[in-house]
Nanobody, 123 residues
Framework: QVQLVESGGGLVQAGGSLRLSCAAS????????MGWFRQAPGKEREFVAA????????YYASSVKGRSTISRDNAKNTVYLQMNSLKPEDTAVYYC????????????????WGRGTQVTVSS
């Protein structure tokens, strides 16, 4: 079992920046590919970004490409999502996810999920 805890969410003005963190349990963190998803009210949970265990491979949704960066510190068992130029449509609960299998961009690619952290972007 892998436990994931997100943090860093909050209220931010449009155009501002935020860094989300996801702390993972276990001693084999580097073996897991990690992903970020988000879910806004009335919408399906959608992919945001993902990173392989070695950080060599990253993927981004087109909606955040160019203004978001996913990274990880395996020594700290932590994955990050740096979000810049935030828009009101970025408002959602953001979830961290982990998989021992291949890195992916779909919900069913991931086996473990955090409880989420709220991001609210004001106009």
């Amino acid at each position: 079992q892998v436990q994931l805890v997100e943090s860093g969410g909050g209220l931010v003005q449009a155009g501002g920046s935020l860094r989300l963190s996801c702390a993972a349990s276990g001693r084999t963190f580097s073996s897991y590919a990690m992903g970020w998803f988000r879910q806004a009210p009335g919408k399906e949970r959608e992919f945001v970004a993902a990173i392989s265990g070695s950080s060599i491979t990253t993927y981004y949704a087109s909606s955040v490409k160019g203004r978001s960066t996913i990274s990880r510190d395996n020594a700290k068992n932590t994955v990050y999502l740096q979000m810049n130029s935030l828009k009101p449509e970025d408002t959602a609960v953001y979830y961290c996810a982990a998989t021992i299998k291949r890195v992916g961009s779909r919900r069913w690619d991931y086996d473990y999920w955090g409880r989420g952290t709220q991001v609210t972007v004001s106009s």
